[in-house]
Nanobody, 122 residues
Framework: VQLVESGGGLVQAGGSLRLSCVPS????????MGWFRQAPGKEREFVAE????????YYAASYKGRFTISRDNAENTVYLRMNNLKPEDTAVYFC????????????????WGQGTEVTVSS
C-alpha cells in the first residue's frame, strides 16, 4: 500500500491550501489517518488525526483552529485544510496510517507517504 499526498505548493502568508492523501488501496480504510509535518532543520511532528468514521479528530495545539482534517471514505481520500498560513508553516507534510491509532498521543504510524512540500512566503 502506498500513500500519495498532493496539494502542496507556494502560497503567501494568510493564504490557504488543501492537502490530499490517497491510499493506493483500501487496506486501511477502517483505520485512523494522520498528518505530520517536518520543517527545515526540525524533527517531524504530529499535526492532525482522524478516525475512520470522521467523527473524532485530534489536533496538535499549535494548529487547532487553523487546520482541519477530514476524510471522504467514498473517495478513499483524507484531506488537510490549512487556513491563515504562516511562514513557519513551511514544511513537508506527510500522510500516515497503520494498524495502531492515537498518533496525537505519541503512537508512530507504520505507513508513510512521500510528503508534499508547502512553502509559505511572507
Amino acid at each position: 500500500v502506498q500513500l500519495v499526498e498532493s496539494g502542496g505548493g507556494l502560497v503567501q502568508a494568510g493564504g490557504s491550501l488543501r492537502l490530499s492523501c490517497v491510499p493506493s488501496d483500501r487496506t486501511f480504510q477502517y483505520n485512523h489517518m494522520g498528518w505530520f509535518r517536518q520543517a527545515p532543520g526540525k524533527e517531524r511532528e504530529f499535526v492532525a488525526e482522524i478516525d475512520w468514521r470522521g467523527s473524532r479528530r485530534y489536533y496538535a495545539a499549535s494548529y487547532k483552529g487553523r487546520f482541519t482534517i477530514s476524510r471522504d471514505n467514498a473517495e478513499n481520500t483524507v484531506y488537510l485544510r490549512m487556513n491563515n498560513l504562516k511562514p513557519e508553516d513551511t514544511a513537508v507534510y506527510f500522510c500516515a496510517t497503520g494498524d495502531r491509532s492515537y498518533y496525537y498521543d505519541g503512537v508512530v504510524p507504520d505507513l508513510w507517504g512521500q510528503g508534499t512540500e508547502v512553502t509559505v512566503s511572507s
